[in-house]
């Protein structure tokens, strides 16, 4: 058992030099980088596509360079989106609404029910959880008319209410915080209990926090879940078109291309929805530091 | 233990029961409709009905369709804007990106627009629901001035639901250089067609490309006299002799590669084939001049009618209607807007503009004379068959493609395919 | 405490403990259990499960979808005989489409799964320089839409779009190519048509041959499609979870002189269990609907080769007028997806405590 002249920061391995080492991490880093290339180079391909004219996607479909000879650069595909159904800032505002008030409520819902169904024992809860996988194997489109029945009922259809709570009710966000609660070791509530910890201090004090980096992927994949939410809102706000949040904005201007398909324009379409996204992702990911469950765990 | 259960059951109940009383309310609403004798004091046409009249001042309609392309989404709002000033309504034109999920959940959850696109092929469905409302008595202007074939795809079981906004048909669009080149004249039968098509059949150009699916397939079997089914689709009728000579004609073009599937030559569809070149002819319909001139500008075509086969001329009348819901808020209004748009003015209004055809007979000539290279077009009226059937006959037509294109593929024969449509039709009916 | 690398000692020790600190909770616990998931609870019961009560009512009613479901006749059974039992054009249909779901399921979790588990633990690791960017990038995929990222796949995979142009060799026509891969590789041994007793033979209105097709190339093109955008999805998960494994654990392990392998499989990967089998279940759940890339890629062509379930769900309901029929069909789907959810419970043994 010889132990390792290593830190104790887990999951590093000793920093060997050497050149087989470095051989190993260039390679490491190369085919990385290859791959990240692959899963980034649709979008650059889009983005880049966006800003070509349609001879030239024609003609030269993978190139990153717009091609002089039709036109070069333009800005065609943007305005092909300016259409008399356009209206880019009423839906942007509606997305925003949306989704802020969803994934705050999915939060809230999924850590209580998430904690619950993962420590507490009260009888029921294998019921419910059987209950928060089966909702989930019944495709949407199956519950899209008895859903709307039952928003009609309720009076909220063509409402921003309407289009908000029957998305905060998310079986998937649940299931998630579960699986996460059960990951932390159970001796830190017995820690808590010993001293003298409610069980909702427990879960506000300790839990919570820990549970810090499954608060965050539940945020960042509520948020992108909301934001291209689709065939609820489309039913949701069905008579009502200013409503509309981008993504079913969107989708009415590039339905109207019928047989064209000006490629330009839906990319550009397409990449007006990634941006409010991609920047919450960046931001938000920051916060997947390890240190958070280290320091709760010495307290 | 079990109570908690309970204890939640029950509060569940209660909030839904709560809801359910305070709830229910349709989002339409409508301004008071006062009914007045006098008509109203304007110009055009579709004022001055002799019947009486009800005001539409300030009633709001929502007209729902789908979009083919910006223009038209504008021409339709400026022609309901100008029916709007005439009455003082507030109808609104709403296009749907997904026009079938939305329709059928309004309708479906008691929530309807107040007048709705209705294409022939789904006019069966609607009016086998009920959901369609029959045109009443005297509210469309001179109704016999529509084309008869085009009445006769939106009566159903006897009953006529609704006037069409416009048509297209399916014709010959040609490439006249090239013809010329190859010194054919345009084919006007089935045996002219192949001798044509294998002329202008090149290395680099097929001599007519046409999507291997139902619509396009059956003009044949019309021109043949078949058809899949009957006149009133209570019987398969497409294992006749005559089917099989006309489907065969057309599997023995695609195998010696003188017609061509569209993607076969890398293209989406066969307007794009014959835009991009890679076809002489190609059987499609109106949008297809619409497409061109956009995309491919420089590209020339002309259009004759399709050829005739042995028992003469068949081609597919495409058309779709305004159709006003049973359970409409304000079935007067909806009517109202209905006739707006589809009398002689509003027809011509509409189609002056694009390459659709208005539905009456009265201003063909008028559109003709705007759209002189299009007549072809216009003349298949005279011979067209609906589009449309029975609820459920989807999955015998997707039958029908699936075996199409197996044939195509070199998979499957004629027989194949009239055997296994045959049997789904028969499953169907 | 002795401590032994390979097994989880402290939880069972603990164990032993338990007894007077849980009893004194235990009072409160069913109380508190339900009021935590009376929200989350309430919310599910009217939005999901009456929906889902009214999907099932309706499967056994002959619905077209248009008019108020109430005015729709009863049944019976009828439209779970016509898609299982009746030979016919339904039947058939729905063999296909689960055929192809079938491939498809077998083709993208494994292969999301594996793919996310390994880029989340190369991006975990300390030492790795432009973790943000990485991430990001292997993130990027899952942030549009389905809906948009099919548009732009279907741009992209055009006959002569950018994939067959980065293809050294010969074009593929990826998304009108309606032939079974397994029936192209039996094809390149010269095996052209099946054996006798396997064309002779159907099952559900589908000849054998034809069941062991495999996934068409159109298909594949789509399988690629999701697994690229997933990925990323379940990458962010296993983030998550690794993050989750205190550091504490870890460093007693390395304290007993396990190495980066022996963490890697005694520690790392039964930890995450319960991460495991949640990205299964989704990734089996997810497969199982896959709709929005049919729907707006393929429309279940060439030739029927990317139906699916869902997309039929979808045919039947809003443009075939069988509302009924698209019920029961999501009912049977229902069942497939418990049924391999159980499976991979049984196979996984999550040790959650339900």
């Known amino acids: 058992m010889a132990k390792t002249a290593s830190t104790l920061a887990p999951s590093s391995k000793p920093r060997e030099t050497g050149p087989k080492a470095v051989a190993k991490r260039t390679f490491g880093y190369a085919l990385l980088i290859f791959f990240a290339l692959i899963f980034i180079m649709p979008f650059v391909l889009s983005a880049v596509t966006a800003f070509k004219s349609l001879p030239d996607i024609q003609e030269n479909p993978v190139s990153l360079i717009a091609d002089p000879e039709h036109g070069g650069w333009t800005t065609e595909g943007i305005e092909g989106l300016n259409t008399s159904q356009v209206r880019l800032p009423r839906w942007t505002l509606n997305s925003v609404i949306v989704t802020v008030f969803v994934v705050l409520l999915r939060i809230t819902f999924g850590s209580l029910a998430g904690y619950a169904l993962a420590r507490m024992r009260f009888p029921g809860r294998g019921f419910i959880f059987a209950l928060i996988l089966a909702v989930q194997a019944i495709p949407a489109i199956v519950l899209a008319i008895p859903r709307f029945m039952v928003m009609r009922q309720l009076g909220i259809i063509n409402t921003y209410v309407g289009m908000i709570v029957p998305l905060a009710f998310d079986a998937f966000g649940i299931f998630l915080m579960k699986q996460f609660f059960e990951q932390l070791p159970r001796e830190l509530e017995e820690a808590a209990a010993i001293d003298g910890a409610s069980t909702w201090q427990t879960f506000t004090k300790v839990m919570l926090p820990l549970a810090a980096p499954g608060l965050i992927a539940l945020t960042i994949l509520s948020t992108q879940g909301t934001w291209n939410e689709f065939l609820h809102i489309l039913i949701a706000r069905i008579g009502e078109p200013e409503l509309a949040t981008l993504p079913v904005g969107l989708a009415g201007i590039t339905a109207a291309f019928g047989e064209a398909q000006p490629w330009n324009t839906i990319v550009a379409g397409a990449l007006i929805t990634i941006i409010p996204i991609a920047i919450v992702f960046f931001v938000f990911q920051r916060y997947f530091v390890q240190g958070v469950a280290a320091s709760a765990a010495k307290g | ?246 489907l065969q004609y057309v599997a023995d073009r695609y195998a010696d590669d003188t017609f061509v599937r569209p993607s076969d030559v890398d293209a989406g569809w066969a307007g794009e084939a014959y835009g991009q070149g890679k076809a002489a002819m190609t059987i499609e319909g109106n949008w297809i001049v619409g497409y061109l001139k956009d995309s491919f500008p420089d590209r020339q075509f002309a259009v004759a009618e399709l050829p005739a086969g042995p028992d003469g001329k068949g081609t597919f009348a495409f058309t779709v209607c305004y159709g006003v819901p049973a359970n409409a808020a304000n079935p007067d209004a909806s009517w109202a807007l209905v006739n707006y748009l589809t009398n002689a003015e509003g027809a011509l209004a509409w189609t002056n503009a694009f390459n659709v055809m208005p539905a009456r007979v009265s201003v063909a000539d008028d559109w003709l004379s705007s759209h002189p290279e299009l007549e072809a077009f216009v003349t298949g009226a005279d011979y067209a068959h609906r589009w449309g059937f029975k609820p459920g006959f989807g999955d015998v037509t997707g039958v029908f493609n699936e075996q199409a294109n197996a044939i195509v593929d070199g998979d499957a024969t004629v027989t194949d395919l009239i055997g296994e449509t045959v049997a789904a039709g028969e499953d169907v009916i | 405490m002795a401590t032994q690398v390979g097994t989880k000692p402290r939880r069972l020790q603990l164990r032993r403990h338990r007894g007077p600190q849980r009893a004194r909770l235990d009072w409160r616990e069913p109380y508190l259990g339900w009021l935590f998931t009376a929200p989350a609870l309430i919310g599910l019961v009217i939005f999901l499960v009456i929906p889902i009560i009214a999907a099932v009512w309706v ?24 898609l299982l039992l009746e030979e016919g054009v339904r039947q058939r249909d729905f063999a296909i489409s689960l055929r192809n779901n079938l491939y498809y399921v077998i083709g993208v979790v494994p292969v999301q799964s594996i793919l996310a588990f390994v880029i989340a633990v190369i991006l975990n690791q300390k030492f790795l320089k432009g973790k943000g960017f990485f991430r990001t990038a292997y993130y990027f995929p899952s942030i549009t839409s389905s809906i948009a990222v099919t548009l732009i796949f279907v741009f992209l995979f055009q006959t002569n779009g950018a994939i067959n142009q980065a293809l050294p060799f010969q074009d593929i026509d990826w998304l009108d190519n309606a032939r079974g891969l397994i029936h192209n590789f039996l094809g390149v041994f010269g095996v052209e048509d099946g054996p006798a007793f396997l064309t002779e033979n159907e099952f559900m209105g589908l000849e054998l041959w034809d069941w062991l097709a495999g996934p068409s190339v159109a298909m594949t093109a789509i399988m690629m499609l999701v697994i690229w955008t997933t990925t990323g999805t379940l990458m962010l998960i296993f983030l998550a979870g ?57 429309a279940g062509g060439p030739r029927k080769t990317t139906f699916t379930p869902a997309y039929l769900i979808y045919f039947q309901s809003f443009t075939n007028s069988k509302a009924g029929l698209a019920g029961a069909i999501a009912v049977i789907l229902f069942a497939i997806i418990m049924f391999f959810t159980w499976i991979n419970r049984k196979i996984i043994r999550d040790t959650g405590d339900v």
């Open chain 2, 1 to 246: 233990m079990r109570r908690n259960k309970l204890v939640v059951l029950v509060l569940a109940f209660a909030l839904i029961a709560a809801a359910c009383d305070g709830g229910g309310g349709a989002t339409t609403t409508t301004a008071g409709v006062t009914t007045t004798a006098a008509p109203a004091t304007t110009t055009t046409a579709a004022e001055t009905t002799t019947t009486a009249a009800a005001t539409l001042e300030g009633v709001e309609l929502k007209l729902w369709g789908w979009s083919s392309s910006d223009a038209e989404n504008t021409a339709l709002s400026d022609l309901v804007a100008a029916f709007n000033e005439a009455t003082g309504a507030k109808a609104e034109f709403q296009p749907q990106s997904d026009y079938d999920t939305t329709l059928n959940t309004a309708l479906a959850g008691g929530d309807p627009p107040d007048v709705f696109y209705v294409d022939s092929f789904r006019l069966a469905d609607l009016a086998e629901a009920g959901q369609l409302a029959p045109v009443p008595e005297g509210v469309i202007d001179d109704p016999d001035d529509i084309y008869p074939s085009l009445r006769e795809a939106f009566t159903y079981n006897g009953t006529w639901y609704c006037p069409p906004k416009d048509f297209s048909t399916l014709a010959l669009v040609y490439d006249p250089a090239a013809l010329d080149a190859a010194g054919v004249a345009v084919p006007t039968s089935w045996d002219e067609l192949t001798a044509a098509a294998e002329a202008l059949t090149t290395d680099t150009q097929a001599g007519l490309a046409m999507g291997v699916e139902y619509p396009r397939w059956a003009v044949f079997l019309f021109q043949a006299g078949a058809n899949l089914t009957n006149a009133d689709v209570t019987e398969i009728t497409l294992d006749s002799p005559e089917a099989t000579a006309a």
């Open chain 3, 242 to 298: 690794l993050q989750n494994i205190p550091v504490s654990v870890e460093e007693a392990a390395i304290v007993d002189g396990a190495n980066g392998v022996q963490r890697f499989f005694r520690i790392t990967i039964p930890l995450m269990r319960p991460t495991i089998f949640f990205v299964v279940t989704l990734g089996l759940i997810g497969t199982w609907q896959v709709f929005d890339q049919i729907y707006a890629g393929t």
């Open chain 3, 59 to 82: 499967s056994f009613r002959d619905w077209n979808g248009l008019s108020p479901i109430f005015e729709s006749e009863p049944v019976g059974l009828a439209n779970y005989r016509e």
